[in-house]
């Protein structure tokens, strides 16, 4: 495999990117002033010295959660008991009394389930169908508590891990004030926030005609000034094109004038809801590129954004920083007295960006576009040449707060510089790391697939690849550091199986593992209503297709509210219920039994070359009709030939 910085190579095709790029309005030249958005950031997008607190900030060895974590873990998991609660009894367990057995343990919570919701990447496809299933999950999404409907699990779940276009759709919950997937797709012209209006893509700016922006141009300026405004910030940062890429990204996530400049990652853990336990916890994740790789391999050190703390628990870093301090001058651990606290580098939309640098791409095809004005040409230029082309999917998290800690095993120990890339570059495409960490006691992950591994000859569905990686990667012993992982089956079983096509089980006996794992429900994206196998490098939805496929999402993990499985919720039921029935020594009800019997992998395998996959509607009566329009779409040119590029250097 080449590295990834074969993607650099897009001018060829890039040019061809100018079919999609459409400002609105050139001629209107009008510099907004970036308004700084409320939050905690002390100079909108540049970050800034500040007064340090009297414990001064120090990075951590991974020995254990953070303790804010436990402390919020208290909250959080006390909050879960009357919605899990509620959501257990309303999945009609017959034989079971789930009222009852939550009473029982209400004084030792760990007793009772502890519930992870990953969702993976796959560009705007993946933020999508995991909206859908999010939606789904959310006790306040209308009807989402009717019979056969999982409403309800979003409230009982501890984490919420996203990755790349997974993240775009958690960040997009947790920096909007724990929102939901309803009043993101709301667009509200009227004030200064409308979230997920994608038919205009990245590449010309939100479409808002209310005060957020006058025009493309004035878009443009905002990057540059912004990205300009943290270089110049005279602390030494090294921007890279996640900067621009983050900030383009947060006109579309983030419900604040401008995007929010000055949103951190950070200040989630101030929000009022997800401070008292009223909401998961976020997790992002990403990929080390340590000094000298081109590649990333599965042994790659992978690192979580939560709300306080950057790091991993990997055995190469083992360290975590306080995320707010980011951008400070660590060295072995500490911060020397001589060194200023910085904060503000944990912008929202750049953790997000890093989360998904493999569409940093996007931001380089702009360039391409004849009337982008000097200004911004010249500006991605520069940062091209500071970088070298083989870096241009990285984050630059430099002053590496890792610097000279765990000398003997972290990659980037003797460099000033830390670089990060896309969570799904080592192909664990479902943020499952930090959901399988042992001092988190995940009993059910409920992982949300939207890979396109069988493109692109069959296209963009996934076939449990990710799953095989983390699989892989939890038998390595030199990095799985006492994750273990149920076993799951070859690519090529699951699709001769079907387990790509309908949601499976794995690890449902506990007592067939190499260690403390959860039970996966594994939700793999499939088409019940519309074909939402789209490229993930298509930019631009329209409102019509955009709600078409998060519909998908909301039936794909309901099984169409039951149409395809009338019990499929009790099942749900039954492997939220798994772990804990083992700890507390129950007895598994026969319905339980009989969803296990249906639902878990039972190790059979079937390496047999299957035709092309080429799945039909499942649910053909109710299938959504997303009508040709006269010609007010351009299809996404420059997205195909992208996506064949990719895949070529994927395959290659
Ligand atoms: C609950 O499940 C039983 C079968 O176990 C079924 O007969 C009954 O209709 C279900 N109730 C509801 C409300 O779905
Ligand atoms: C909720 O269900 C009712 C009854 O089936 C239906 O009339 C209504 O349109 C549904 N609402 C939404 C938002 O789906
Ligand atoms: C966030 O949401 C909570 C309740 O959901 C609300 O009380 C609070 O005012 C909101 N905060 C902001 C800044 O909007
Ligand atoms: C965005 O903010 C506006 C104004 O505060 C609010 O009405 C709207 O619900 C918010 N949207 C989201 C997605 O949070
Ligand atoms: C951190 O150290 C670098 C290199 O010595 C320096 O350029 C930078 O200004 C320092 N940052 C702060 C916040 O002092
Ligand atoms: C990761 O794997 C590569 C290739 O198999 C190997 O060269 C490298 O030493 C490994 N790194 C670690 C940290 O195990
Ligand atoms: C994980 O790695 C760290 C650092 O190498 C080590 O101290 C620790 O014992 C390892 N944990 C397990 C469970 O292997
Ligand atoms: C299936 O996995 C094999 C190796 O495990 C990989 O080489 C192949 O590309 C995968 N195929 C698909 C269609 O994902
Ligand atoms: C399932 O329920 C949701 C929410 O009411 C609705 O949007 C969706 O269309 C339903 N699916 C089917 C197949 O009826
Ligand atoms: C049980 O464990 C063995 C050894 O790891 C594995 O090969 C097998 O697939 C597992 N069975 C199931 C059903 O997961
Ligand atoms: C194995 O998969 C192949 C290809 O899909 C299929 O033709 C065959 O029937 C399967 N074998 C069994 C025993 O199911
Ligand atoms: C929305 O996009 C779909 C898919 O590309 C297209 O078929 C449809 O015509 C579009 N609808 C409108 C109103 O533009």
């Not at 040449?385 to 870096?391: H, I």
């Not at 994206?525 to 490098?537: C, D, Q």
Request: net charge negative; aromatic share 10%; glycine share 8%.
């Amino acid at each position: 495999m080449k590295g990834l910085h074969e993607l650099s190579s897009i001018s060829l095709f890039a040019s061809l990117a100018t079919a999609s790029v459409l400002p609105r309005d050139p001629a209107l030249n009008d510099v907004t002033v970036w308004e700084r958005a409320t939050p905690q950031a002390p100079n909108a997008y540049a970050p800034a010295a500040v007064n340090c607190p009297s414990t001064r900030p120090s990075i951590r060895p991974a020995h254990d959660i953070s303790d804010q974590e436990k402390s919020w873990l208290e909250k959080r998991r006390s909050n879960t008991m009357d919605p899990m609660r509620e959501f257990l009894i309303r999945m009609n367990i017959t034989g079971f009394d789930a009222g009852k057995y939550i009473d029982n343990h209400r004084n030792n919570v760990s007793a009772l389930p502890n519930i992870g919701i990953a969702a993976s990447g796959g560009g705007y496809r993946a933020m999508l169908n995991g909206a859908g299933a999010v939606a789904a999950f959310d006790s306040r999404t209308p009807n989402s508590t009717n019979t056969g409907q999982l409403g309800g699990l979003l409230q009982s779940s501890t984490y919420l891990a996203g990755l790349s276009g997974g993240g775009w759709l958690v960040g997009s919950i947790m920096v909007n004030n724990y929102t939901s997937v309803q009043n993101l797709m709301n667009a509200n012209p009227d004030n200064s926030g409308s979230t997920w209006q994608l038919s205009n893509s990245i590449l010309e700016g939100p479409a808002t005609e209310g005060i957020q922006l006058v025009s493309t141009v004035d878009y443009y300026d905002g990057l540059v000034k912004s990205v300009e405004s943290k270089a110049n910030a005279g602390l030494g940062f090294d921007t890279s094109l996640t900067d621009y890429w983050g900030r383009a990204l947060s006109f579309q996530l983030v419900n604040a004038t401008e995007g929010g400049p000055a949103y951190t990652w950070s200040s989630i853990a101030d929000d009022a809801d997800f401070s008292a336990g009223k909401a998961p916890m976020p997790i992002l994740v990403a990929d080390e590129r340590a000094p000298g790789d081109q590649v990333i391999s599965l042994n790659s050190t992978v690192l979580e954004f939560n709300p306080w703390e950057m790091g991993s628990f990997d055995p190469t870093l083992y360290g975590f920083a306080p995320l707010k301090y980011l951008g400070s001058n660590f060295t072995g651990g500490k911060l020397p007295d001589e060194e200023k606290c910085i904060t503000g580098f944990d912008n929202a939309g750049f953790i997000m960006g890093t989360s998904s640098s493999l569409f940093n791409a996007i931001i380089l095809s702009i360039d391409q576009y004849p009337k982008v004005p000097q200004f911004l040409k010249d500006a991605l230029k520069g940062v091209l040449q500071s970088l070298g082309k083989a870096e241009n999917d990285i984050a630059d998290y430099s002053p590496n707060p890792f610097y000279h800690y765990n000398n003997r095993s972290n990659p980037s120990a003797q460099s000033r510089q830390l670089t990060l890339v896309d969570g799904g570059e080592d192909l664990q495409n479902i943020p499952l790391h930090p959901l399988i960490q042992p001092f988190r006691q995940v009993d059910v992950i409920f992982a949300i697939d939207s890979s396109a591994d069988t493109a692109p000859n069959d296209g963009n569905w996934p076939n449990g690849a990710s799953l095989g990686a983390t699989y892989a990667r939890s038998s390595n012993s030199s990095i799985q550091n006492g994750t273990a992982f149920p076993s799951v089956p070859d690519n090529i079983t699951f699709v001769n199986l079907g387990l790509n096509n309908r949601p499976a089980f794995f690890g449902c006996d506990a007592a067939n593992l190499t260690g403390p794992a959860p039970l996966i429900v594994y939700l793999p994206n499939s088409p019940y209503v519309y074909f939402s196998n789209i490229s993930t490098f298509q930019y631009s939805y329209n409102n019509t297709e955009r709600n078409a496929v998060i519909n998908n999402g909301y039936n794909v993990v309901t099984m169409g509210n039951g149409t395809r499985d009338a019990e499929w919720s009790t099942c749900v039921g039954c492997a939220v219920l798994s772990r804990s029935l083992d700890r507390t020594g129950t007895k598994v009800p026969d319905v339980c039994k009989k969803c296990f019997d249906r639902y878990c992998w039972d190790g059979t395998v079937n390496t047999t070359t299957p035709a092309l996959y080429n799945p039909s509607l499942i649910l053909k009566d109710h299938e959504i009709k997303v009508k040709s329009g006269a010609g007010h779409y351009i299809p996404n040119f420059f997205g195909l030939i992208f996506s064949t590029a990719v895949a070529t250097f994927f395959l290659s």
